[in-house]
C-alpha cells in the first residue's frame, strides 16, 4: 500500500493569513492526489482532484501543487470557515489511502 | 439536491453484524462507482471498499476483506455493505461516498459524501 504522510500534523494561523500544507507519497504517484477538508461533525468535503484542479464550488484561495511523492496545499487569506482538518489523498492506486491529516487552529 | 443519506449504524456485540444502507438522490445513481469510507473516533479516514456502475469491480481494504460484502440495489438507488463478525476495531463512522467519473472507470476519488453513520462494537 502506498502511505501518504502529511505535515505538519496540526498548525496554528490567524485569519488572513498563507497557510501551506504537505503531503508526501511513499512512491510516485504522478498527479493522483485529492485534498479534503473535514470540519467536526461533518463529512469531508473535495477541495483539490489531480494535485492542482479545483473543485467546483471551492473558493479560489485554495490551490494545489505538486507531482511524483511531493506536494502543496496553499490556503492563502484564511477564512474563519477554513478551520478544519486537511486530509491528503492518493487515487494512484487501490488501496486508495489518506494522509493522517493537518489540523488547522485559530491562533 | 444531489445527496447520499446513510443508514443501519448502531451498537453490536464483538462477533456480531449490521447492515448499512446509503440511499441516493439527486444523480443517475447507475452511473456512478460507489464507495464506503469509515473514520475511528478522533482517527484518520479509512476506504473501505468499493462498486463500480456496472457492479464488476468490487474491491475491499484487506481491514475487512472476508468480513464485509458491498453491494448495489439500481432500482431503489441504493449501496449496502453487509458487515460481519465485527470487532472493536470496526467501530466507526461509516461514510458512502460518489466517484466522481461515469465513463465506467473509477477515478478513486470521492465527491459527494453523505453525513455518515455511526457504527459502534462492544459488549
Known amino acids: 500500500d502506498i502511505q501518504m504522510t502529511q505535515s505538519p500534523s496540526s498548525l496554528s494561523a490567524s485569519v488572513g493569513d498563507r497557510v501551506t500544507i504537505t503531503c508526501r507519497a511513499s512512491q510516485s504517484i504522478s498527479s493522483y492526489l485529492n485534498w479534503y477538508h473535514q470540519k467536526p461533525g461533518k463529512a469531508p468535503k473535495l477541495l483539490i482532484y489531480a494535485a492542482s484542479s479545483l473543485q467546483s464550488g471551492v473558493p479560489s484561495r485554495f490551490s494545489g501543487s505538486g507531482s511524483g511523492t511531493d506536494f502543496t496545499l496553499t490556503i492563502s487569506n484564511l477564512q474563519p470557515e477554513d478551520f478544519a482538518t486537511y486530509y491528503c489523498q492518493q487515487s494512484y492506486s487501490t488501496p486508495v489511502t489518506f494522509g493522517g491529516g493537518t489540523k488547522v487552529e485559530i491562533k | 439536491e444531489v445527496q447520499l443519506v446513510e443508514s443501519g449504524g448502531g451498537l453490536v456485540k464483538p462477533g456480531g453484524s449490521l447492515r448499512l444502507s446509503c440511499a441516493a438522490s439527486g444523480f443517475t445513481f447507475s452511473s456512478y462507482t460507489m464507495n464506503w469510507v469509515r473514520q475511528a473516533p478522533g482517527k484518520g479516514l479509512e476506504w473501505v471498499s468499493s462498486i463500480s456502475s456496472s457492479t464488476s469491480y468490487i474491491y475491499y481494504a484487506d481491514s475487512v476483506k472476508g468480513r464485509f460484502t458491498i453491494s448495489k440495489d439500481t432500482a431503489r438507488n ?40 455511526m457504527v459502534t462494537v462492544s459488549s
Do not use: H, K
Open chain 2, 78 to 117: 441504493s449501496v449496502y455493505l453487509q458487515m460481519n463478525s465485527l470487532s472493536a476495531e470496526d467501530t466507526a463512522v461509516y461514510y458512502c461516498a460518489r466517484d466522481p467519473n461515469t465513463s465506467g472507470w473509477s477515478d478513486d476519488t470521492f465527491d459527494i459524501w453523505g453525513q455518515g453513520t
